[in-house]
């Protein structure tokens, strides 16, 4: 019998040598593919990644439908638009461009590689033209007489369009088709060419065909039905251009940006050597920490780097700076998985255990904390996703697939190589994996510290924090950016450093109020920020007497931004919803896990001190609070949460485990788990530090409320959520007598220090 397991074993061990070196293979492989691609006919998966405005360049505008249509009727309206500015796009030669309806009344439009801007922007607003002529060019009547236009079964069989016109209009088509019948019409020249009938009425939307039936017979009574190779698809969307015509919606510009392809690459080329530095520091972190575990856990991030950049590609997803920086924090997750499962290999091989079997025992002791910590940050990252704005959504997205991405590659592809290492005799000194061979862990901080003890200390310091933070916000008010009040931006490269009060003259002539900022290599660059939103024409006017004035090419204008009045309030009620969506769903995730609310109400408390503590900072330092501040803010409510689920979970554990008081074993804890929460924030900074020394002014403002985010949920996981639950359960388990005694006991000590006084 023990021969049959041994040679069980042996297979099964067998088995995943082959897989782990095929593995290898197939990782090395896919990043050639990645990188070089496979010949001519399969080029590489990263060109196959749609890069965004801020990368590519190009202009995005978000318009207004001024209508006082709502539910079906309005929805509708706006699908209609849709589908007409898809088609005015399409006839710019503009390829992946994005036009999406956003919210109820809104159309998003993203132009990558839009040449001219202005031209663009004129293009997608302007009231749809429908027209019905016929083949020599007259026209029958225009959008104004059609009433519907509506998808239906055809009398012969297939998909029709049904046209219902107005009075005039039913009276205007009956004149047309009895024209059009009569053989009198002449076609010209391009219509003959195109191959249409000189017995057809030709539909036109914006002197574009988007048919030509022929007509049989004179159709009168206001009535019609055009049939053809139609699909279901093709028959709704034709009914809904006609519509266009019929049922347009005045368009108003609500906000725009015009990015310049040259400072989005840069920014790009400079977001990727970051990326690659941070990800090389954490490599050599890994190696250095934990060994041949270390080895394990940069095999499974590569893969996991690869599986990111394989499923966007796949997807067709757009990646922006933003996605960028998503990215980058959840490599910073992916290494936080390893990081406690390697924490709880350590544990195990210290407690006497042989690496093979301490390998199994820890994967299985960690596993429901990494996915619990990963689950809690995956909620907030679902909420961003579906209530941000489009920057944020980019940062959401990326950070979802990384979450997904990070559990599979640390609870399936970790464990492997783990395994494989475990059962080798090369690899079976406990030196290898961070021990030595008297069960010392080489990185464990030797002084157990008092947590529990010094609670009110740490307390008091971030009370202090708060209560300054919010008096600054209180008395000069928050540096709210143009995203949240409305506002311009426009950037300009000046060739060389000028006088902030010759752009401000300017500005003057124009009577408009705005700061001019330095920006850029040797301050060459201006960021001109004014408080109200610039139309297209005033914008264009400011443009060209600053050409003129400094002359300048129209290379020199880097970018321009437009916020509407309304988005900034638009902006705040998202993220307080934002905030508050995800703490519940968080507080309800806990306390379904844990059992018990005083985990999830500390938790909750937490998560309020670390979003404080963010707007504190934000208050005290006068830092512009944009768009990005908001993933920042979910940023903190999902970070604090992964690590204090971390700590809590452990609590757990040693409640069932240790005898002693709450003090101890919630002490206990939070050492045992410090060198993790401290390697988790060191190796999640290390990959941002470089994003914000080495990128763009825009990316640094995504970047820094992630890093202070960072900073903070580590620090309140460690110093403030579990001094809560301390507080929470000291406070239940006390019966009324102790608390009725330790009332007594109070008041006594006060009297008699009265009286001490009284005396001196």
Known sequence: MHIYYAYENEMRDGAKKIIAILLIVLIVFGWYIMVFGLGKKVKPIKDKIQLGLDIKGGVYVVMEAKTNLKGEELRKLMNQTKEVINKRVDSMGISNADVRVEGTKRIRVELPGAKNADEAIKQIGKTAQLRFVLAEGSTVLDGRAVKNATTGQAQKGGYAVNLEFNVKGAKAFEEGTKKAVSGSVVARDDIKKAGISNKSIIILLDNRIISSPVVNEVISGGKCEITGNFNKKSATQLAALIRGGALPAPLEEVTSSVQSAKIGLNAFEQSVKAGLIGIVIIFLIMLFGYRIMGIAANIALLLYVMIII?????????????????????????????????????????????????????????????????????IAAIILYQIGTSA???????????????????????????????????????????????????????????????????????????????????????????????????????????????????????????????????????????????????????????????????????????????????????????????????????????????????????????????????????????NPFIAGVLTVVGYSINDTIVIF?????????????????????????????????????????????????????????????????????????????????????KSKYQKLTEKKKKRNKYVKKEKDKAQV
């Open 649 to 733: 979970d452990r609590i757990r554990e040693n409640n069932h485990q240790m005898h002693g008081t709450q003090e101890e074993i919630i002490d206990t804890s939070i050492n045992q788990t410090l060198s993790r929460s401290i390697m988790t924030t060191v190796t999640t900074l290390v990959v941002m530090i470089p994003m914000y020394v080495m990128t763009t002014s825009a990316l640094r403002e995504f970047v820094l409320p992630l890093m202070v985010g960072i900073g903070v949920g580590c620090l309140s996981s460690i110093f403030i959520c579990s001094q809560l639950y301390y507080e929470f359960n000291n406070r239940k388990s």
């Open 310 to 378: 394989a499923v966007m590609a796949i997807m067709g997803s757009v990646l922006t700076l933003p996605g960028i920086a998503g990215i980058i924090l959840s490599i910073g997750m992916a290494v936080d998985a390893n990081v406690i499962i390697f924490s709880r290999i350590k544990e195990e091989i210290a407690r006497g255990k042989t690496p093979r079997v301490a390998v199994q025992a820890g994967f299985k002791r960690a596993k429901s904390t990494v996915i619990d910590s990963q689950v809690t940050t995956l």
């Open 392 to 626: 944020v959504k980019g940062f959401a997205w990326t950070l979802l697939i990384g979450i997904v991405a990070s559990l599979f590659t640390a609870v399936v592809i970790t464990q492997l190589y783990l395994s494989v290492f475990a059962n080798s005799k090369i690899f079976s000194k406990k030196s290898f994996y961070g021990v030595k061979e008297n069960g010392e862990s080489t990185f464990k901080l030797k002084k157990q510290f008092k947590f529990v003890k010094h609670r009110k200390v740490f307390y008091v310091i971030s009370a202090a924090v708060i209560i300054v933070g919010l008096g600054f916000g209180l008395i000069k008010g928050m540096n709210y950016g143009i995203d949240f009040t409305g506002g311009t931006m426009i950037q300009v490269d000046m060739g060389k450093k000028v006088e902030s009060s010759k752009v401000e003259k300017v500005l003057k002539e124009h009577k408009i109020k705005g700061e001019v900022i330095y920006s850029g290599k040797n301050q060459k660059e201006v960021i001109i920020r004014t408080v109200t939103a610039l139309n297209n024409e005033k914008r264009n006017s400011l443009i060209s007497s600053l050409k003129e004035k400094f002359n300048l090419s129209d290379n020199s204008i880097l970018g321009q931004e437009l916020f509407g009045p309304t988005v900034g309030k638009e902006l705040q009620g998202n993220a307080i919803k934002a905030v508050l969506l995800a703490a519940l769903g968080m507080l309800i995730y806990i306390r379904w896990r844990f059992k018990e609310w005083k985990f999830g109400s500390s938790a909750l408390m937490g998560v309020l001190h670390d979003v404080l503590i963010l707007l504190s900072f934000y208050a005290i330092f006068r830092i512009a609070v944009n």
